[in-house]
C-alpha cells in the first residue's frame, strides 16, 4: 500500500504540474481512502498494545537471553558448517 501511496502521489504532483488540477481528484480519494486505512490500523495497534499486560523487567531479560543463545547457536551452526567443507 505503501508503494501504491508513493504513486498515487507521484501521479497526483505530475497532473498539479500540467494544471490538470481536476484529473487529480480521483487520485487524490484514493489516497485519501488509504491513508484513512493506515491510521486506522495504527490506532487499532495502539489500542490493543494498552490492553496487554506491561513485560516486566525480568521477562524483558530473559527474552534477550533466549534471543542471544539461538544468536550462537546459529553462528555455532554456521561455522560448523563451514569447518566441515
Known sequence: ????????IQCIMDYQSKGKTAECTQYQQILHRNLVYLATIADSNQ???SLLPAVSLPVMWFLGA?????QLVHQSM????????
Open 1 to 8: 500500500m505503501l508503494d501504491e501511496n508513493h504513486h498515487l
Open 78 to 85: 554456521t561455522q560448523n558448517r563451514h569447518d566441515k567443507k
Open 66 to 70: 533466549c534471543n542471544r543463545a539461538d
Open 47 to 49: 489500542n490493543m498494545q
